[in-house]
């Protein structure tokens, strides 16, 4: 069985020590980096499946670091900081994290974040083979469709990139047309852990998301927020 590897990026060795620690001792294998640009030699040069980054960092910081990500990736990653506030983990999640830790943070709530994010991501990036069956998966409302086994979703014909959870929010939407999920739903759902203050982080994908498959996400065609109830996937 291959390991799943995760790079930490942290400018206190002493951090990047103790994590490398908790997520050994669960079979995973660690990558270390010390600021941001250390972070995007090493993706240039493993096969990395997760990144768990502190946003406090000398020469290039988390939040651009994360961008840069994205510009090319999908992979997962989380954010690590020791500011707490709303406002900072908004930020990071419209830089484009899939989840956000506070310093000081809990071993075993860091530990279960990391497989949560690292098993959506497995999923995610498992492409179908050339043993499976020829029948796909696919699901679609209007110009909107995604193929469960290729993992692809398309509007109007064009291919859409998703990270993760991103795909994993759509997916729920998506095979549930007409139905409406709270944002506590949606959070246990796809995070796979009891929903607490997740109504900015849901937020925030959803945004990301409608960004990515509407037209004019201002006005949205497929993905509808019922007010006061959650969000929802037209039927067409």
């Not at 069985?1 to 001792?25: C, G, H, P, Q, S």
């Not at 086994?149 to 064009?158: A, F, R």
């Amino acid at each position: 069985m291959i390991k799943n590897t995760v790079l930490v990026v942290d400018d206190d060795k002493e951090i990047v020590d103790a994590i490398d620690i908790y997520l050994r001792n669960e079979g995973i294998n660690v990558i270390k980096a010390y600021d941001g640009i250390e972070a995007l030699e090493a993706l240039m040069e493993k096969d990395i499946h997760l990144i768990l980054m502190d946003i406090m960092m000398p020469k290039m910081d988390g939040l651009r670091t994360t961008m840069k990500i994205r510009q090319e990736k999908n992979i997962p990653i989380i954010l690590i900081s020791a500011k707490s506030e709303d406002t900072d983990k908004i930020l990071g999640l419209n830089m484009g994290a899939d989840d956000y830790i506070t310093k000081p943070f809990n071993p075993l709530e860091l530990i279960a974040r990391v497989k949560s994010q690292l098993r959506r991501y497995t999923v995610f990036g498992n492409y179908s083979d050339q043993n499976k069956a020829e029948t796909t998966s696919i699901v679609s409302s209007g110009g909107l469709s995604l193929n469960q086994d290729t993992k692809e979703v398309l509007v109007d014909g064009e291919i859409i990139k998703l990270t993760a959870t991103e795909f994993g929010i759509l997916e729920l939407l998506l095979t549930n047309q007409g139905r409406v999920f709270s944002i506590d739903e949606i959070y246990e759902k796809v995070w796979k852990e009891p929903s607490y203050n997740a109504e900015n982080t849901v937020a925030v994908h959803i945004r990301r998301i409608r960004e990515k498959i509407e037209i004019n996400p201002k006005e949205p065609k497929y993905l509808k927020v019922v007010w006061g109830i959650g969000y929802k996937i037209e039927k067409y």
